[in-house]
């Protein structure tokens, strides 16, 4: 009779022994399944979240108009003071308010927030496709000035911007430098890391070419003789190095030149002619410290 080895068969590894370990690789599999998906529902609800607080922002800027919604997040901006000009016809007729210190020899020229205000909207109606509306002003305080608007390109948005203007300390090459405190989208505060970015990347570069050129024209001058800004109450005061009383003194001399002249050498002077002048004509003016070369540059005011 043939034996039968039971041990062999008991050590045999049943039919089903590999069933037994695919839950484990099922569970491993969703898990990982589950992590994914996880990942990509987190993703999804930050983008959404994102899309979400760009629109309401873009409300709250005035950008677009959303029923209900605008209502909600969306308030009407005013300007911290608002600039009424009556009579428009007064500021073109009005001399320049400015006084002469004899001392410092300066010359302070005073300008309204009124005034100023009305020299934008003056240029904003001469231009064809202005980038701002009428309702465009300047609110000047202490140290600090607003201008308030309502931009119309690219995008309709009320913009309301305040900074702070301060004169240059000792080393620095820029004759001022400015703080951007509020820069306002609609009812829309822009942080102040965005902001001091924007400055940093737009307001340095459009700054640099002013510095250069103004630097390039004062490199010769005393530094007693940069112009100065103040900015005090509802009003913009521009301290300049001119000697009104030289100015005048040197017209005065110069009248008298040209009275006794003969006509031949008043014509050449009425018609700008400098370089046919007689040379007693030419001796005579640099006495009074006019040179032919500055009398050339009037031609460039020449109506004609």
């Given at each position: 009779?043939?034996?039968?080895?039971?041990?062999?068969?008991?050590?045999?590894?049943?039919?089903?022994?590999?069933?037994?370990?695919?839950?484990?690789?099922?569970?491993?599999?969703?898990k990982r399944r589950s992590v994914k998906t996880n990942c990509f529902f987190l993703i999804g609800f930050l983008f959404i979240f994102i899309l979400v607080l760009l629109f309401v922002m873009i409300i709250k800027a005035g950008i677009i108009e959303v029923p209900i919604l605008s209502q909600i997040f969306y308030r009407v901006p005013t300007p911290s003071r608002l600039i009424v000009i009556?009579?428009?016809?007064?500021?073109?007729?009005?001399?320049?308010?400015?006084?002469?210190?004899?001392?410092?020899?300066?010359?302070?020229?005073?300008?309204?927030?009124?005034?100023?205000?009305?020299?934008?909207?003056?240029?904003?109606?001469?231009?064809?496709?202005?980038?701002?509306?009428?309702?465009?002003?300047?609110?000047?305080?202490?140290?600090?000035?607003?201008?308030f608007?309502?931009?119309?390109?690219?995008?309709?948005?009320?913009?309301?911007?305040?900074?702070?203007v301060f004169k240059a300390e000792a080393g620095e090459k820029a004759p001022y430098s400015y703080q951007i405190t509020q820069l306002k989208l609609g009812d829309l505060n822009l942080p102040p890391s965005l902001i001091d970015w924007l400055a940093h990347k737009y307001g340095q570069?459009?700054?640099?070419?002013?510095?250069?050129?103004?630097?390039?024209?004062?490199?010769?001058?005393?530094?007693?003789k940069i112009p100065l800004i103040e900015l005090k109450e509802g009003k913009l005061i521009l301290k300049l190095a001119i000697d009104i009383e030289a100015i005048q003194s040197r017209t005065l001399n110069l009248f008298k030149i040209v009275s006794q002249l003969d006509k031949a050498e008043?014509?050449?002077?009425?018609?700008?002619?400098?370089?046919?002048?007689?040379?007693?004509?030419?001796?005579?003016?640099?006495?009074?410290?006019?040179?032919?070369?500055?009398?050339?540059?009037?031609?460039?005011?020449?109506?004609?």
């Open positions: 009779m043939a034996r039968i080895n039971f041990k062999e068969e008991n050590s045999l590894p049943p039919k089903d022994f590999k069933s037994k370990f695919n839950p484990l690789k099922k569970e491993r599999r969703t009556n009579n428009p016809e007064s500021f073109i007729q009005k001399s320049a308010n400015f006084q002469y210190d004899q001392t410092t020899k300066m010359t302070s020229i005073e300008l309204t927030e009124e005034e100023l205000t009305f020299v934008i909207r003056q240029n904003l109606a001469k231009q064809k496709e202005p980038r701002f509306a009428q309702n465009t002003q300047v609110v000047i305080s202490d140290g600090e000035i607003e201008f608007g309502l931009l119309l390109r690219p995008i309709a948005v009320n913009i309301t911007l305040k900074a702070k570069k459009a700054g640099a070419k002013y510095n250069s050129i103004y630097l390039n024209r004062i490199s010769n001058l005393d530094k007693s008043q014509e050449k002077l009425n018609n700008l002619d400098f370089d046919n002048l007689a040379t007693t004509t030419v001796e005579k003016l640099k006495e009074i410290g006019l040179t032919i070369d500055q009398l050339k540059k009037l031609k460039g005011l020449n109506p004609k």
